[in-house]
């Protein structure tokens, strides 16, 4: 489904990565909101939520609803599934169907945020993970059914990030809104976050030292090759075996020693939890589904359902840049937040209109041989 952590450079800078797999290739928006935007977050049978952009951010979005004839998309319909604000703070929606269920109520009096604007309104008003888990504790949140879903009820988790290194998980489990430190900043899927960290107990023996040579008796063997200290890395795609795989690449995988060399690293580290199409598929007879909510089942004339990486992104908390790239490129456009920031109004541009930003190198090759 999803795939998120944290990265450092040898001068403490945090990057941050994130895949997104579904079965079905979604409207995604490249989104950019300027400082005074005004939001509104809006659930029924509660007052609506106003509040006015502090800090300006770059998103991945989807629309929050169907357009009519009588009422076209706007900016406002848009909801951040991931973003980078002109602070360094990070927002990042991932899969969690077990959000759902139990009770939640306010006052009918009392404005709430829908959980689906969450993403908006952290990134618009926060500059820190501490102001965001300030700000939650003062703000109720709802989930919202979603009609793009049929109706189910927001079936994600959320998680956080700044530059200073602090990382939140916002997680809603069976309707209540739990808030928790993020030590190793990364996130998968479900079950809860506290299930994975009590899991990572489990490979306390991982190491990235290659251990080559041993002796059973008097048979002395060794490994022809490198990569023997990954061997008890768990090899499928569930969001257990991501959690783990994930944890372990932000732990070990080399510092780099420019920013530029960072975000290339980061790449790397990404690829590893690309998923082409095809590789693991679900026969509807068998239960197979999308996301594992019922808006997003198979219908008759899909043979089987195929998660692959519809996007991915990469964000430098320090220069406050942003890179996607969609399944269709191996190649990452960037946004850089300085620049963004000579609009003033909301600025959009469909994910699928950034190309593949390929070039064709065979006249410099023709130049070097004469070099």
């Not at 000579?342 to 930003?357: D, E, K, M, Q, W």
Request: a negative charge; hydrophobic letters at 40%; charged letters at 15%.
């Amino acid at each position: 489904m999803c795939t998120s952590l944290a990265y450092r450079d040898t001068a403490d800078n945090v990057y941050f990565g994130r895949t997104l797999e579904l079965t079905v290739d979604l409207p995604y928006q490249v989104a950019y909101f300027p400082a005074g935007f005004a939001f509104s977050s809006e659930l029924k049978g509660h007052p609506a939520l106003a509040y006015t952009a502090r800090h300006a951010f770059v998103a991945v979005t989807m629309p929050g609803r169907m357009p009519t004839a009588d009422a076209p998309l706007g900016p406002t319909d848009l909801k951040a599934l991931e973003g980078l604000n002109d602070k360094g703070l990070t927002f990042s929606l991932l899969s969690y169907p077990a959000a759902s269920g139990g009770h939640r109520s306010a006052e009918m009096t009392q404005a709430v945020l829908s959980a689906s604007d969450l993403g908006s309104w952290a990134l618009s008003l926060f500059a820190t993970v501490a102001e965001v888990k300030a700000g939650l504790g003062a703000q109720p949140v709802m989930l919202e059914a979603l009609a793009l879903l049929g109706g189910v009820e927001s079936p994600f988790h959320y998680v956080v990030h700044d530059p200073s290194g602090a990382a939140l998980v916002i997680e809603f489990h069976e309707g209540e809104m739990h808030l928790y430190d993020n030590p190793v900043g990364v996130m998968t899927n479900g079950p809860d976050f506290p299930w994975h960290l009590t899991n990572l107990n489990n490979y306390t023996f991982l190491t990235n030292v290659d251990r080559s040579s041993a002796t059973f008796g008097t048979y002395q063997a060794a490994q022809p090759d490198s990569g023997i200290a990954t061997a008890g890395l768990p090899a499928s795609n569930t969001s257990v075996g991501r959690f783990v795989r994930a944890a372990f690449y932000a732990q070990y995988a080399e510092k780099a020693t420019t920013p530029d060399l960072a975000v290339k690293t980061l790449a790397h580290i990404m690829n590893n939890f690309d998923r082409p199409r095809g590789v693991t598929i679900d026969y509807p007879s068998e239960g197979g589904g999308h996301m594992e909510v019922a808006g997003l089942s198979s219908d008759s004339a899909t043979a089987y359902a195929t998660e692959y990486t519809s996007w991915t992104n990469l964000s430098d908390l320090s220069r406050r840049l942003f890179f996607v790239r969609d399944y269709k490129s191996l190649n990452f456009t960037s946004f850089d937040l300085g620049a963004l920031a000579a609009a003033s109004t909301p600025c959009v541009l469909p994910l699928s209109h950034l190309g593949t930003a390929a070039f064709d190198a065979s006249a410099m090759l023709i130049a070097a041989t004469h070099a």
